[in-house]
């Protein structure tokens, strides 16, 4: 698990994925821009929290520093906090973003940018590889795939195969996760979330294995046969129903768990102040919008609730 955090080696000597971004100042700037860019290329972010393109700036940065895996850093300068500095690059527009190599600034933009212009400016001072980024993706669409099929081993060595060629990816992490809740070792799951920086636990798919493994922390230790016994006698029993459901999610189970919360949705709609919908919802956020077994899901309880 090392190689999430760029352990092994990683292009240009890179430091852990929690060095790739950092929050700098006047007093600091020399020593996390200047001194770090004489090795990698540093994109140098002034912005300010007050305003909302910056702040989406800084957002889609930070996403394709982690992609980046070690070949760019990020410095985030709060102009607000630091104005003589802002004063010393020239800055005149919020936000604006310069990249520095070699203590050289290489090239510069100036006010609110989108996605697009933001990426073609990480690929031209080095944040971008082309050939292996379409490597990378062919990789995790065939790990995804493997974990999908229950083929464990595969998928491992998969994730395992991207984080080796870029330590921090997210996706590869988020899988690699899933691997461990798939194989029932849910605790080792946890203590590897642990070990994530915290700027990683932000992006969308780690996100959503944290709320996976919230889920799962519910029905571990359900006696399953038990809840059959009861729900054999009295169908209509539906605490017994959900805490089913509960304890086949926490078995990565997610085609029982949605089948019986959307029977209870069915069959009670308002049983539990809605709460089968509500958790049948944390369920399928959990899984991903992608995943085949949550659209089946989502389909399914638009029907029931069009009923």
Not at 36 to 48: E, K, R, T
Not at 113 to 126: C, S, T
Not at 175 to 182: I, K, S, Y
Request: glycine share 6%; charged share 20%.
């Amino acid at each position: 698990m090392d190689l999430i955090f760029g352990d092994t080696a990683a292009p240009h000597g890179s430091a852990a994925a929690q060095d790739l971004i950092k929050e700098s100042n006047t007093q600091s700037f020399m020593q996390d821009v200047i001194d770090v860019s004489m090795s990698v290329p540093v994109a140098v972010i002034f912005w300010s929290p007050r305003s909302l393109p910056s702040k989406q700036s800084v957002s889609i940065l930070e996403r394709l520093v982690q992609a980046a895996s070690g070949r760019v850093r990020m410095v985030k300068i709060n102009i607000d906090e630091n104005r003589p500095l802002a004063q010393q690059m020239q800055v005149q527009a919020i936000p604006t973003l310069f990249a520095i190599k070699d203590g050289r600034p290489l090239d510069m933009l100036a006010g609110p940018q989108g996605e697009h212009q933001l990426k073609a400016f990480m690929d031209a001072i080095g944040g971008g590889n082309g050939q292996l980024e379409a490597q990378i993706n062919a990789v995790l669409d065939a790990a995804r795939q493997a974990l999908a099929d229950g083929q464990l081993p595969q998928a491992i060595a998969m994730y395992q195969q991207v984080l080796q060629a870029a330590p921090g990816n997210p996706s590869a992490i988020a899988g690699f996760l899933r691997c461990n809740m798939a194989a029932g070792r849910l605790e080792k799951a946890r203590e590897l979330l642990t070990q994530i920086p915290d700027d990683l636990k932000k992006h969308p798919e780690i996100m959503a294995v944290i709320a996976a493994l919230d889920l799962a922390a519910e029905g571990e230790g359900a006696d399953s046969q038990a809840l059959l016994a009861r729900l054999s006698t009295n169908p209509d029993d539906h605490q017994a129903r959900f805490d089913l459901a509960m304890a086949a999610y926490a078995a990565d189970d997610a085609t029982a768990a949605i089948r019986e919360l959307l029977e209870i949705v069915r069959r009670d709609r308002t049983w539990n102040e809605d709460g089968a919908r509500l958790r049948l919802l944390k369920i399928l956020e959990a899984l991903g919008p992608t995943d085949p077994i949550a659209k089946s899901g989502r389909r399914q309880l638009q029907m029931i609730l069009m009923v």
